[in-house]
Structure formats: C-alpha cells, structure tokens
C-alpha cells in the first residue's frame, strides 16, 4: 500500500481515533500519543492490513487496545504519584476499567447492526453530524435517518440489556 492510498483510507479517522482514546485515557496528551502510536503500527503493518473488510473497525479496535495499554504501562507510575496526593484515586482507575468494557460491548453491538444503522450511528455519534447533515450526506430522508437511528438505539440496548452489560 502506498502513501496515497493509506492517506485515503486511514487518515479520515484521525478525529475518531483521537476521541475514543481521549475517552479511554481521560488526557489530551496522552491520547495524541496514542494517536500517533495508531498510525505507526498502521503504516508498519500496511502490506498486511491491504485486505481489511472494515477499516474503521480496525482502527477502533486498535485504538482501543493501544489505549488500554498505555493505561497499563502508566498506571504504575500514575497511581504512585495520585495516592500521594489523593485518596480514592484507585476507585477511579476502576471505574475507568468499567467504562472501557462498556465501551467495548457497545463497540460489539454497534458492528454487529446492519450497515444502514451502524453508518447512521458512527455519523451521528462518533462524527458528531446533525440527522439533516446525515441524510445530505447518505442521499436519504431525514425520517429514514431517524428512524434508523431509534432502531439502532434500540437494538443495541436490548442487545446491552439481554448479556446483563446494560444500565437499566
């Protein structure tokens, strides 16, 4: 793969791999290094990512795990330093656990949606795009949007709810 084509197809997720890892680590700066970390082991692994079906579920599953471990190599040297100063510091990091397995069911449930829905919901969450903006942008009505949004919303709760992984 060439320098155009990874440009093409890897450099639009930047915005969504930056927030989801500003998500997982809570941290400006260390989610621009896990940003850059992304596109590293993307342009190193470029010859064997050529046949991905999904590029965005790559890049998010990666970004994810690359996120996941910087909290795990840094978690160390942050907890020494926060218990010094404040306490409950470890219910914190626990809760950040928690909410990066949420993240990760959501993320499942949200690839296993029909195409339709999953684009509708990564435009309108992940990139942040009004229903109008939305239907512009797929040639669709904005009732057809909102109608696969409230069935995506659904189906992923249900599908939450029903592996106990939900809020109730």
């Given amino acids: 793969m060439g320098n155009e084509e990874f440009k093409k197809r890897f450099l639009p997720f930047h915005p ?9 680590l809570e941290n400006g700066e ?22 991905i079906c999904n590029d965005e579920a790559f890049v998010v599953t990666m970004t994810k795990n690359l996120s996941i471990d910087w909290l795990r190599k840094n978690r160390r040297l942050r907890r020494s330093a ?3 100063i404040e306490p409950g510091f470890e219910s914190r990091d626990e809760e950040r656990i928690d ?5 990760s069911n ?4 949200l690839c296993s949606l029909p195409k339709s829905q999953q684009e509708a919901i990564r435009l309108r969450h992940f990139a942040e795009m009004s229903v109008s903006e939305i ?5 669709q009505t ?5 109608q696969l949004l409230s069935r995506a919303r659904r189906t992923i709760k249900e599908k939450l709810n029903r592996d106990g992984n939900g809020k109730q």
Wanted: aromatic share 6%; hydrophobic share 40%.
């Fill in 16 to 24: 969504m791999i930056y927030r989801i890892s500003h998500h997982i």
């Fill in 30 to 51: 260390d989610a621009n290094d896990v940003v850059q970390e992304v596109y590293i082991k993307l342009w190193e692994q470029r010859e064997n990512i050529m046949n």
């Fill in 82 to 84: 926060a218990e010094k």
């Fill in 99 to 103: 909410a990066r397995d949420e993240l």
């Fill in 106 to 109: 959501l993320m499942k449930c």
């Fill in 135 to 139: 239907a512009a942008t797929t040639r």
């Fill in 142 to 146: 904005e009732t057809n949007i909102r």
